[in-house]
């Protein structure tokens, strides 16, 4: 990657990539394997030039690039550094693996108005890495709306009454809330004349000028603006959002969307406020007890779920609450484990997203009711499932585990004890819906004889010693058995070596740049 | 300042005057020639309007003395940045309009090319005559040149338009009498009607009544017609009957110009002490404005047919720049200044897909736009990068303007307009999805999935929209996504300078 | 009482005007007729024309006529003695505009007549709203 692009250049490279991908698909829309060849090509481009950064990064500091200028005193212009770098990695690695999953899923499915589908999705992409990369708030603006914007086609994708309907909630939620983060930005810029992220924060000057109610409301404002946090009250369009198809639902809401909104949220937290000035304005309480409600909540609401894909998406919002709650802690440990959160969770939600995926698209089920026995028919999906639920847990060998681990250590370090209690509390609820999707899956037996919906119309003879292996049914579904079983395996890798891609090394430079060190 | 850079002022008006004249001579003989001269006539009005934008930026206002009486008495024409960058806008746009007037001549009015081109011509020259003199009686004289015009333009639309023109004739009337009878008023104490010689007499009369009258007057008879609400009801109908090529041009710079208008007698031929401090006449317009929005908003959701939804729409958008010009400070009345170059040009896009769907479906309610995203690709794109626009989504132009907006109402705690502009956009998104679902989702209920095939039907229709229509919308489309990207280069040379003194 | 009927009668002219705008006014918004319709529009505009000739004319002055020309040399020019004539001038522009305008309407008129066959308004309005 060295030569045609020098080092200074691979910011908007990175931006780049997705744009040229999304035109290369629509102009062979025509052509099945080529569009989904330039989506494939795309990927892997996107992900070496993002992971070609971060050496870069850790050695030498931050990559500036800066375009042109937008408004007085902010310029459209990307500053990579290491936080930003954990986002984006973890954007572009899992865009390869859920293009490969999307072409076994869109494929035997049947799905139509692909184009758009895969068109829409690179697009969503230059939304995530726009929002990683950029320097100041009015950039990442910009991208934060392309975001929203570019994935209301792929929620509204099965064009029913009901999926329209939740398209709708989905644009009303976040661009409602884009209308606040624009007050946020106005206000930011009114304040302190930039918007610039600085690891010390940049709203501190205002403190004087500006009262104590003033910044606090405005921070609110920017938490408003991140509805794709999914913190409760403003977390329905979530669940709603799952209507969409499978690879949406886990690149976008378990991973590109949803984590923007965290990864905005923290840097507003850290980077707008700074860790001082939040103390200061007791504003990490705040934000600690909504997430610490969150957290609670979603439990509760994921135990009642039938609907598989419902159900994690409660988790997400649960998993996300706590990323937000790390944060809220202001203690460096905490704010490593909510950035290796990210990431790790990311892994470990794309998994369990993934598996369900395939198993409504294999079996044709989507209720956990009726997962009776699919251990054994589906045993690879289910396995990875397994690795996934357990990751959500926190338990060791995988990935969840680190990040919860510096997570209890930093609630420890800033001695709030009622919001280590709640996280505990909220990992043991999280085996507690897991439960029944396992029991059913391992322990329950399939019904004598059931007609499969897949793409296939047959009986098929379940339960007996020699049950129907449908995962390697069809050479089509190893698209999607390949993927899950990447991720599951990487859950378990990031716990063993956490500094794979050096995320670990990233999330260290990115705290000692907020804190001064661990 | 050499007299040739003064003689390029007075072709932008002569050229289109003079065309008018020849035009429907050609078009006796050769119809052909009608379109060609045409737009040869604007783009010399385009050229000479950016070489005196050119002129203004780097050496100052500039004057054009007709027949070469000087004023108090002779009428000049008077550029400075102001409407330097507005002339350029109304140049712009026209000349993207005659290129698009084309299909929609050949096909809807044949036969009357000659009648068509030489109205639109005089349309051009009343606009641009309003924008560049100097002159409060002679503003009047080209505010019914672009007026008659535009009447009878509309009147050429379809079934209903004739009604429609009639009823804007009466009350644009109206406007335009009260107008002149408020320049009266200004004439009876100063005796001048030279809007800088009236800014350097008004002052010591400030305290009289009869300023006071006139001035009322003058805004009543303008705001009639920009369509401010509550002096919008012509404006619907108007805009919605006429033909495409007509709406596509009138409707974004009519209004457009006629806020010109009152940004120059607000600030120039009277001051801001005057219109800002003394009588708060200001402070009244920016409440307008924001009753403008909210209105045009909420009828705009009500609206089954898109061109209607995009009139009102216009309502709401004339709010947001006479909310901006009514608060009043130098950053509003930047983005109020710029939202007009903005506001124009996402119009003209948008009344250009209406256009195109027009051509292809013979209708432009909503339900027209069914799979447009399928059928019409090239109209979609254009459709989309508008509708952004118009919600304000950066990097496209409206969002900039908006910016400044936001920020001068904050500046000032103007709450209301800050509120109605933040609801606006929500409006605006809930306006556009309608269509864009309509456009976008046809396969409907989920149950038909007929597979790839459904995919591909694009492709050959492509061409059917001949050229002369999507060469000027993607040229509008690339404009839109420019004036965001290089807004501070816009800002920085021209707008800044537009905003009067004394802010 | 003195006072107003002083004021009336010293400033006749303004009355005059604002009466006939009045009139005029009243007609385009509330006559049924389009063509009356035209008539009230065409009125507003003669008040105003109105209005402007009279605020030309001075007591005692006569047409602003030098008669001795440019080098007779043996009259001053008192401006005082003569009535203004700018205003009559920029009203034979104004009139030209509003006899422009009258027959813009005119020919809306006959067109209107030829697609709804009525000029009343609610007749059209009728039409418009069943279709």
Redesign the interface.
């Known amino acids: 990657m060295t030569g045609m692009f020098g080092i200074e250049y691979r910011p908007l490279s990175a931006v780049l990539l997705p744009i040229i991908v999304a035109f290369l698909i629509l102009l062979s829309n025509k052509r099945p394997n080529l569009r989904e060849s330039w989506t494939l090509l795309g990927s892997v481009l996107l992900f070496l030039t993002v992971s070609s950064m971060s050496p870069i990064v850790l050695a030498e500091g931050p990559i500036q690039w800066t375009w042109f200028n937008l408004l007085p005193n902010i310029d459209f212009a990307f500053n990579v550094d290491a936080f930003g770098l954990v986002f984006a990695t973890t954007s572009s690695s899992l865009w390869i693996l859920v293009s490969l999953y999307s072409i076994g899923y869109m494929r035997s499915l049947k799905e139509h108005a692909q184009t758009r589908y895969y068109f829409c999705f690179a697009l969503a992409l230059l939304g995530a890495i726009g929002i990683a990369l950029s320097s100041n708030l009015v950039t990442m603006f910009v991208f934060y709306e392309i975001l929203t914007l570019s994935t209301y086609p792929l929620v509204a994708h099965e064009e029913s009454p009901e999926a329209i309907s939740a398209g709708h909630k989905y644009l009303a939620y976040l661009l409602g809330g884009g209308v606040f983060f624009l007050i946020g930005i106005l206000m930011t810029y009114l304040l302190v004349g930039t918007t610039d992220f600085n690891a010390h924060g940049i709203l501190s000057p205002a403190l004087g000028p500006a009262s104590k109610l003033t910044l606090q409301v405005v921070f609110f404002c920017f938490l408003l603006g991140f509805a794709k946090a999914a913190w409760m009250p403003v977390h329905s369009w979530l669940p709603s959002a799952m209507i969409a198809p499978t690879p949406v639902s886990a690149l976008l809401h378990a991973v590109a969307v949803v984590k923007a909104g965290v990864f905005g949220v923290i840097r507003i937290v850290c980077y707008i406020y700074g860790i001082d000035l939040m103390q200061e304005l007791g504003l990490g309480l705040a934000l600690a007890s909504i997430a610490a409600f969150t957290i609670v909540v979603a439990n509760l609401y994921a135990i009642g779920q039938d609907n598989l894909k419902r159900m994690l998406a409660y988790s997400t919002i649960n998993q996300l609450s706590f990323i937000l709650i790390a944060v809220a802690l202001l203690s460096p440990m905490a704010v490593a484990g909510a950035m290796l959160h990210i990431t790790f969770h990311g892994f470990m939600k794309i998994t369990l997203f993934l598996c369900a995926g395939a198993i409504t698209a294999i079996s044709g089920k989507k209720a956990i009711s009726e997962f009776k026995g699919l251990g054994r028919a589906m045993p690879i999906t289910m396995t990875a499932f397994l690795i996934g639920a357990f990751g959500m847990f926190g338990a060791p060998p995988l990935a969840g585990f680190i990040s919860k681990w510096h997570v209890v250590l930093g609630a420890v370090q800033s001695g709030q004890l009622v919001f280590l209690t709640i996280i505990l509390i909220g990992s043991i609820l999280d085996v507690v819906y897991f439960c029944p999707v396992i029991i059913n899956t391992f322990f329950g037996k399939m019904p004598e004889t059931e007609t499969l919906k897949g793409d296939l119309e047959e009986k098929v003879e379940v339960y007996s010693e020699k049950v129907e292996r449908l995962e390697t049914k069809r050479p089509i579904y190893y698209f999607m058995i390949i993927p899950l079983a990447i991720t599951a395996v990487f859950s378990i890798i990031f716990c063993i070596l956490p500094n794979t891609f050096s995320i670990y090394d990233l999330v260290q430079m990115a705290v000692k740049d907020i804190f001064g060190g661990m | 300042m050499n007299p040739g850079q003064n003689d390029i002022i007075i072709l932008m008006v002569v050229a289109p005057l003079f065309a008018s004249i020849i035009v429907p001579i050609v078009g006796w003989r050769a119809k052909k020639l009608c379109y060609s001269l045409t737009i040869l006539a604007v783009l010399i009005s385009l050229f000479s309007s950016l070489i005196t934008a050119k002129t203004v930026m780097n050496h100052g206002p500039v004057q054009y003395y007709l027949g070469g009486w000087k004023p108090p008495w002779g009428i000049e024409f008077y550029i400075d940045h102001l409407n330097a960058f507005i002339a350029v806008v109304v140049t712009f746009i026209s000349f993207l309009g005659v290129i698009f007037s084309k299909t929609n001549v050949e096909n809807d009015l044949p036969n009357k090319e000659g009648a068509f081109y030489s109205l639109f011509l005089l349309l051009i020259t009343g606009l641009l005559g309003i924008v560049l003199t100097g002159d409060m ?1 002679n503003l ?2 080209f505010l ?1 040149v672009a007026s ?1 015009s535009s ?2 333009l509309i ?1 050429m639309g379809e ?2 338009a ?2 429609a ?2 009823r804007y ?2 009350i644009g ?2 406007g335009a ?1 009260w107008y ?2 408020g320049v ?1 008023y200004l ?2 104490v100063t005796g001048s ?1 030279n809007m800088a010689n009236l800014s350097e007499l008004l002052p010591a009369l400030y305290q009289s009544k009869t300023i006071l009258v006139g001035f009322a007057f003058i805004l009543f008879g303008v705001g009639i017609k920009m369509a401010l609400f509550p002096l919008h009801a012509w404006l619907p109908d108007a805009y919605t009957y006429a033909p495409s090529a007509v709406s596509a041009m009138v409707a974004p710079l009519m209004t457009k110009v006629m806020i010109y208008v009152v940004i120059r007698v607000i600030f120039t031929v009277f001051q801001p002490e005057f219109t800002v401090d003394m009588i708060q006449a200001t402070s009244i317009l920016s409440w307008f404005g924001v009753l403008a929005i909210l209105f045009g908003g909420i009828m705009a959701l009500s609206q089954t047919d898109f061109k209607r939804m995009l009139c009102y729409i216009i309502v709401g958008e004339i709010g947001y720049i006479v909310g901006g010009v009514g608060i009043a400070n130098a950053t509003a009345l930047k983005g109020a200044i710029f939202h007009i170059l903005n506001d124009a040009l996402m119009m003209v896009c948008l009344f250009f897909v209406a256009g195109m769907v027009m051509y292809r479906k013979k209708g432009h309610r909503i339900s027209d736009f069914k799979g447009i ?1 399928r059928e019409m690709p090239f109209a979609a794109i254009i459709f989309t990068v508008g509708a ?1 626009a118009v919600i304000g ?3 496209t132009g409206g969002f ?1 303007s908006k ?1 400044y907006l ?2 001068g109402g ?2 000032a705690k103007h709450w209301g307009f800050v509120v109605a502009l ?1 609801i606006s ?2 409006i605006n ?1 809930a306006l556009f ?1 309608r269509v864009f ?1 309509k456009g ?7 149950s ?5 095939s ?3 039907s ?2 050959t229709l492509v061409q059917k929209t001949p050229l002369s229509m999507w060469i000027p919308a993607v040229i509008v489309i690339l404009a839109i996504l420019l004036a965001g ?4 280069a816009i800002l920085k040379n021209i707008v800044q300078f537009a905003v009067p003194s004394g802010l | 009482m003195g006072d107003l009927a002083k004021e009336f009668v010293t400033t006749y002219n303004y009355w005059v005007y604002i009466i006939l705008m009045m009139i005029g006014l009243y007609a385009v918004m509330v006559k049924n007729n389009l063509v009356k319709k035209i008539i009230g529009m065409n009125i507003v505009q003669t008040a105003i024309i109105l209005f402007f000739i009279s605020i030309g004319a001075k007591r005692g002055a006569t047409i602003p006529i030098i008669a001795h020309g440019h080098n007779g040399g043996e009259h001053a020019v008192h401006a005082a003695d003569y009535i203004n004539p700018l205003p009559h001038v920029l009203m034979l522009t104004a009139i030209v505009v509003a006899v422009a305008t009258l027959g813009v309407a005119l020919s809306l008129a006959i067109k209107i007549y030829q697609e709804y066959g009525t000029l009343e308004e609610d007749d059209i309005r009728t039409q418009t709203r069943e279709e």
């Open positions: 009686f009047f004289v019914e008659l009447y009878a009147a079934k209903g004739m009604y023109s009639f004739l009466l009337t109206v009498s002149m009878l009266g004439y009876i009607l995203f952004l989504v950066p990097p900039f910016w936001l920020l904050i500046e933040l956009t929500l998104v999805a679902d976008l989702y046809v396969h409907g209920h989920g038909d999935h007929s597979s790839e459904t995919d591909h694009s492709g990207i290089f807004n501070q």
